[in-house]
């Protein structure tokens, strides 16, 4: 193993013997995150807590497989290999001895720290074989392989939050050779990403490097070709914003120049978010067939592997109503058609997101009645807050008071969770508002 140190020298070449096949290849990982539970399924019938636990494992093991199948010559991890300071040192033990088949079987594995598992964050290392590099915090440094034609360009992350351009001090390209850079950054932001050591993607072209192996951004995503800017993603969704195949790129090269990437999936279980179409006719029936429907092709869609769905009910319909007034039966059905498929598909949340085929009836109600009427009043007031970033406004549970005030006492004992808000007033429950509105009006009340 690479240790870290100030007085480190700034290119390392590694001994070496020349390779029968003439064109390397690797294989570039990111974002492992080992030991990350699952979110969202802890509370779920069936799922148990060592099948959370432990699908980060099974997809790395997976990745490693692949890597030793395909005998190829290095592997290279683009930080948060961890996903924090350690539990126990299990965590540890584990990688060290996924890692050791790769070193028995002569391959080399180029690793830099992420914010997750920075210096500061992860106290305790345990040692690693002699073909693990880890690449030191203080500045960047460079690996020179000469049988495989490589230098290899890599920094890790000193704390958790990096806002410096580390990109900004790798070295330029080493002519004559693969020149390679692994780095753990946001580039110049990607959503739902914090941003970590902000570059462009012009300041890695400046480099002159052949291919650019990322890290941190957990979708896949081929930033550039010329040169070679890639995020491979993480290996493993942990919630259902990480939807969709999670794995790694198996590239391929032939002197300077690469000349194929390849995505391969490793993740063991599938996170997708699932919308839902219901037609302007259907009935409360109709809704489970056509959720049945939708899992039924994502299940085939992720190749029968364990299937985590969140779904969106879309659609101006005549189930809105139903839908928004029989959550809990709602869920319990979604949950009873995925379970007749496979039981390896969960249901993660329901989201209605449909409207009613009445909602211009409705409206046109709203404008109809008298401005200073509790109808107007509560979709204006909704409406606006709707609009804003920010729902913690004092004028609406003022206004709220006000229609408290104006509706007739029989609703608010059979409705008391449309006058509930105190503090902020969270979107989810406007629109439930609304929902629950729209429904009492359709029927006259």
């Keep these: 193993m690479v240790r870290d140190s100030s007085s480190y020298p700034r290119v390392i070449h590694v001994a070496i013997f020349p390779l029968e096949r003439c ?3 690797f294989l570039h990982l990111a974002d492992i995150h080992l030991d990350s539970p699952l979110r969202g399924l802890s509370k779920y019938d069936g799922v148990t807590g060592e099948t959370l636990r432990s699908a980060s494992r099974r997809a790395f093991s997976q990745a490693i497989q692949f890597a030793l199948c395909e005998r190829v010559d290095f592997v290279v991890i683009a930080g948060d290999l961890y996903d924090g300071t350690w539990q126990d040192f299990s965590t540890g033990l584990f990688f060290v001895r996924e890692i050791s088949r790769l070193a028995e079987a002569g391959i080399h594995v180029y ?50 939050e990096v806002q410096e351009n580390l990109a900004s001090a790798y070295p330029t390209r080493i002519s004559g050779l693969f020149n390679l850079g692994i780095l753990h950054t946001s580039l110049s932001g990607r959503p ?27 979708q896949f995503e081929i930033v550039s070709r010329d040169p070679w800017i890639v995020f491979s993603g993480c290996i493993q969704g942990r919630h259902c914003k990480e939807t969709g195949p999670k794995g790694g790129v198996l590239v391929t090269y032939e002197g300077t120049e690469v000349t194929d990437v390849t995505f391969h999936e490793f993740d063991v279980i599938r996170w997708e978010a699932l919308p839902v179409e219901l037609p302007g006719s259907c009935t409360s029936h109709e809704v489970a067939s056509l959720v049945a429907a ?18 969106q009910l879309r659609g101006r319909t005549s189930a809105h109503g139903w839908c928004s ?7 319990a059905e979604c949950r009873a058609a995925a379970y007749r498929i496979s039981e390896t598909i969960w249901i993660e949340k329901v989201l209605v997101e449909t409207t009613s085929e009445t909602e211009l009836l409705v409206s046109e109600h709203a404008s109809d009645t008298d401005d200073s ?16 970033s920010a729902l913690e406004i004092p004028a609406f549970h003022r206004d709220l008071h006000d229609l408290r005030n104006a509706v007739p ?25 609304k929902d629950l509105l729209r429904a009492l009006l359709v029927k006259g009340e």
């Design 192 to 218: 739902g990403h914090a941003s970590y050591a902000p570059c462009t993607d012009t300041d890695l072209a400046a480099k002159e490097y052949s291919y650019w192996a990322l890290g941190h951004v957990h």
């Design 373 to 388: 009427g509790p109808i107007p009043l509560l979709f204006r007031t909704i409406e606006a807050l709707l609009e804003e």
């Design 409 to 433: 006492a029989a609703l608010l004992e059979r409705r008391p969770e449309l006058f509930a808000a105190q503090g902020v007033v969270p979107t989810e429950l406007l629109m439930k508002a």
């Design 111 to 160: 690793l830099i720290s992420g914010n997750h598992d920075a210096a500061s964050i992860i106290t305790t290392l345990l040692s690693f074989p002699d073909r693990v590099v880890l690449f030191p915090h203080h500045r960047p440094h460079t690996i020179v392989d000469e049988g495989l034609g490589l230098a290899v360009h890599g920094q890790s992350f000193a704390g958790r």
């Design 23 to 25: 064109m390397p290849r």
């Design 294 to 311: 939708a899992i039924s092709q994502a299940f085939k869609r992720s190749t029968d592997r364990p299937l985590v769905v969140r779904l």
């Design 325 to 331: 007034e029989n959550a809990a039966r709602l869920r």
